[in-house]
């Protein structure tokens, strides 16, 4: 589920990313929370992390997105990309 989209686009070479935050609650209540990255050609995949955040509920994953910042974007788009482990 869309939590929010981030002002800020992500450059990676000639692409350019609109980053989605995502999120969704688990079975125990709880939320986990995780990235999208959408290029702006649409012919390029959608690129996804794997979680990034546990949180007690929606307000604070949503705290959570407030928060983030470009450089923590660009080191969840490279393990997005698998550069990093």
């Known amino acids: 589920m869309l939590i929010r989209e981030h002002p800020a686009k992500i450059i990676d070479g ?11 609650e688990r079975i125990d209540g709880t939320w ?3 990235l999208e990255f959408h290029a702006t050609d ?8 794997e979680q990034e955040t546990s949180q007690p509920n929606r307000a604070a994953i949503e705290y959570w997105a407030d928060g983030l910042e470009p450089i923590y974007l660009e080191g ?3 393990r997005a990309q698998g ?3």
């Open 14 to 24: 000639d692409t350019t990313y609109v980053v989605q935050i995502c999120g969704e």
């Open 32 to 34: 986990e929370g995780w």
């Open 42 to 49: 649409i012919n390029q995949p959608i690129l996804l992390t």
């Open 76 to 78: 969840a788009l490279a």
């Open 83 to 85: 550069r990093l482990l």
